[in-house]
């Protein structure tokens, strides 16, 4: 297992900015989200589940 | 070359034209030398020295290579540890041989709990062997391969990995994941044909090794192997390309080839969440593994519909295994796959599915 450790708050913050991130750049992907954010992709992808299940960027793709 | 031997044989025109490789003998030294070849090459893969590990190459499946570590290593009582149809195999084969064993069984998708092992091992001193999946396939799970060897090492037990999955495609280090015994094949990460089992060893380990089979015995596929030959007849065909795909390996280096696998499997994933699709291990990303991706087949259609589509549109998919074939789908990102591949993967299944 990838252990990583983060915050609630700093994981909050890591989805503001990972659904900011994914609304200005169109078709950005995971891997690039995460090292332009600085988070473990892991963490971008979780992220990113959780504004496709609160349909917050469904619509782009 | 014109053989004069019980076999191999020539084979017919029309069957060589389906063989790129020459006709020898295997007991000549051109097999001596591809032998010795796939072997070197073996030791640059896992980084280890010829004075600490030994491989053993067995002509068969991953699981021939299971089977004959597990039987011929095992002396003692065996605590199998499984979360998966894979884990559930190699306890069957322990069942199969009535060797003394322990079941730690998981519910599949279930993460290995370190501290329920630690348990074991501290109240069972028997033991004195220790299994576990690499990368359950079935379920697409990376299990704590590191943590169980950091036990094993403590409570001075020899520890059996089964890489299939995983070789080249995770993280693998048997010094220090302290793995004794490793099963891996030449297919999966490595990339090349299927059916070429093989048996990392640690050479201190090989002390009081059993014979309970003929085909599957560890020690004389060590034994041969010391002078670059096989016990039984070897499929010198798959040597061949297995040497090509271990070329090909060292020539990209394993870490890429592990990144390439990670990001195209990260870029499966992400597509795939925007599609709607929802993932057998749910959110757990950090449990899962590199390669493998295990998806819940959406309502209102079936495997047989989603497989068959997507081979209309050239691409192939398994199914999940046991309890999970009708209900998830296995998508594997390994192999000579590259990211177009994958953008190409999701559109077809997007248009199967509309």
Redesign the interface.
């Known amino acids: 297992?990838?252990?990583?450790t983060i915050t609630e708050i700093d994981y909050q913050k890591a989805i503001q900015d990972v659904d900011i991130l994914v609304h200005k750049c169109k078709g950005i992907?995971?891997?690039e989200i995460a090292e332009k954010l600085k988070l473990h992709?892991?963490v971008v992808?979780?992220a990113?589940?959780e504004l496709?299940v609160n349909n917050k960027?469904?619509a782009?793709? | 070359m014109k053989l004069f031997t019980a076999g191999p044989v020539n084979a017919s025109k029309n069957v060589k034209k389906l063989m790129p490789y020459p006709e020898i003998g295997h007991r000549e030294p051109e097999f001596e030398e591809l032998y010795k070849n796939v072997k070197d090459s073996l030791y640059k893969v896992f980084k280890v020295k010829p004075e600490e590990f030994e491989f053993a190459i067995i002509g068969g499946s991953g699981t021939a290579a299971i089977e004959s570590m597990i039987t011929s290593v095992v002396n003692k009582k065996i605590l199998v540890i499984s979360n998966g149809a894979f884990g559930e195999r190699a306890y069957q084969i322990c069942s199969i041989y009535r060797m003394p064993r322990t079941y730690l069984r998981y519910n599949w998708s279930e993460?290995p709990n370190i501290i329920d092992i630690h348990k074991i091992l501290k109240e069972n001193p028997d033991i004195g062997f220790v299994y576990m999946v690499h990368m359950e396939t079935s379920t697409g799970m990376?299990n704590?391969i590191k943590e169980l060897g950091e036990l094993c090492n403590e409570y001075g037990k020899t520890f059996l990995v089964d890489s299939i999955s995983a070789i080249c495609c995770e993280e693998l280090d048997m010094n220090k994941f302290n793995i004794d015994f490793c099963a891996f094949s030449s297919n999966k990460g490595i990339g090349g044909p299927a059916v070429v089992g093989m048996v990392c060893c640690r050479k201190s380990k090989l002390v009081n090794l059993q014979r309970r089979n003929l085909y599957l015995d560890l020690s004389a596929y060590l034994k041969y192997g010391k002078s670059n030959q096989t016990p039984f007849t070897p499929a010198i065909p798959l040597m061949y390309l297995l040497r090509e795909s271990l070329k090909d390996l060292l020539k990209e280096g394993v870490e890429n080839r592990l990144e390439r696998y990670r990001?195209n499997c990260?870029?499966l994933?992400?597509?795939l969440?925007?599609?709607?699709f929802t993932f057998y291990l749910g959110?757990r990303?950090?449990?899962m593994s590199n390669i493998m991706t295990n998806v819940i087949i959406p309502d209102g259609f079936t495997f047989k519909k989603i497989h068959d589509g997507l081979k209309k549109h050239g691409f192939i998919i398994y199914n999940g295994k046991g309890e999970l074939k009708d209900n998830v789908m296995n998508i594997a990102t390994i192999g000579n796959l590259t990211k177009n591949d994958v953008n190409d993967f999701i559109k077809s299944l997007k248009k199967v599915l509309k």
């Open positions: 297992m990838n252990s990583i992907e995971t891997l992709p892991i992808l979780k990113l589940t496709v960027i469904k782009l793709e | 993460y990376l704590p990001r990260f870029l994933r992400e597509k969440l925007y599609n709607d959110n990303y950090n449990q």
